[in-house]
């Protein structure tokens, strides 16, 4: 069993930066693909960013080259750090853990999700 916990979450101007952390606890965690989801009010949950095990990361197209994703398994922790921000970011952030090596792009590709962490971005 795994317990995620993000963090980090806040209003910021646009044009800003966040970081955002999620603690994992077990003892495992260095084996799960995590990944971070956002969803805005009256949207469905969207895929934002994975990293992969061996340390490959994919991004949603609208974020590519502003958010970063990385995870430290000494600290049990994966961040999303944010730059740049925009309106269009407001929403709940969630990240989640897969089992999966090879999938992580998919909600239905993750088997444990945090509470989620409310980000605002004001124009």
């Known amino acids: 069993q795994v317990q995620l916990v993000e963090s980090g979450g806040g209003l910021v101007q646009a044009g800003g930066s966040l970081r955002l952390s999620c603690a994992a606890s077990g003892r495992t965690f260095s084996s799960y693909t995590m990944g971070w989801f956002r969803q805005a009010p009256g949207k469905e949950r969207e895929f934002v960013a994975v990293r992969w095990v061996g340390g490959s990361t994919y991004y949603a197209d609208s974020v590519k080259g502003r958010f970063t994703i990385s995870r430290d398994n000494a600290k049990n922790t994966v961040y999303l750090q944010m730059n740049s921000l925009k309106p269009e970011d407001t929403a709940v952030y969630y990240c989640?853990?897969?089992?999966?090596?090879?999938?992580?792009?998919?909600?239905?590709?993750?088997?444990?999700w945090g509470q989620g962490t409310q980000v605002t971005v004001s124009s």
């Open positions: 989640a853990g897969s089992y999966s090596p090879y999938r992580g792009r998919g909600v239905q590709d993750y088997n444990y």
